[in-house]
């Protein structure tokens, strides 16, 4: 479920509709109210923070996008940078994969890329980063307010 499709449309704010909107909209001959079709915890409760997500990013991005002001360092393998880049640009975040600035708000990385001793080192040419595992970004846009940083901080 957390596919890079759905976790990038809860990145720009968009409506997750279930499919009886179709139907609905189908046998009006028109579009009808989104919001009584929206995808939510009354449609899968067993998911509840995951269908909740797009909700929560909806109305937060009236205000701010999601990763905005994140200046993010993308240490991970290059088969998986292309759509973390995308999502956290979706959200209004900048991404780097050059080390070369010290102004990172974020430091993203997988176990594959990073060695204790790597971490040590990042951790202090960047004091004031945040120096996480990949699932970070994905959490923190499902969970919203109720988010832990800690599970995955590292």
């Given at each position: 479920m957390r596919t890079e499709k759905f976790l990038s449309a809860c990145a720009v704010g968009a409506w997750i509709l279930h499919p009886d909107y179709f139907s609905a909209c189908q046998s009006q001959?028109?579009?009808?109210?989104?919001e009584k079709y929206e995808w939510s915890a009354i449609w899968s409760p067993k998911?509840?923070?995951?269908?909740?997500a797009p909700k929560y990013c909806r109305l937060m991005n009236k205000s701010r996008k999601v990763y905005e002001n994140w200046n993010v360092l993308l240490?991970?393998?290059?088969?998986?940078?292309?759509?973390?880049?995308?999502?956290?640009?979706?959200?209004?975040?900048?991404?780097?994969t050059s080390e070369?600035?010290?102004?990172?708000?974020?430091?993203?990385?997988?176990?594959n890329s990073a060695s204790a001793l790597r971490i040590d080192a990042?951790?202090?040419?960047?004091?004031?980063?945040?120096?996480?595992?990949?699932?970070y970004i994905s959490e923190f846009l499902i969970n919203?307010?109720?988010f832990d940083p800690s599970y995955f901080i590292l």
């Open positions: 001959n028109a579009f009808v109210d989104e998911i509840s923070s995951l269908v909740n240490l991970i393998d290059e088969k998986r940078l292309g759509g973390f880049k995308r999502l956290i640009e979706l959200g209004g975040g900048y991404v780097s070369d600035s010290s102004s990172f708000t974020h430091v993203i990385t997988d176990t990042f951790k202090s040419r960047y004091p004031n980063a945040v120096i996480a595992k990949t699932d919203g307010d109720s």
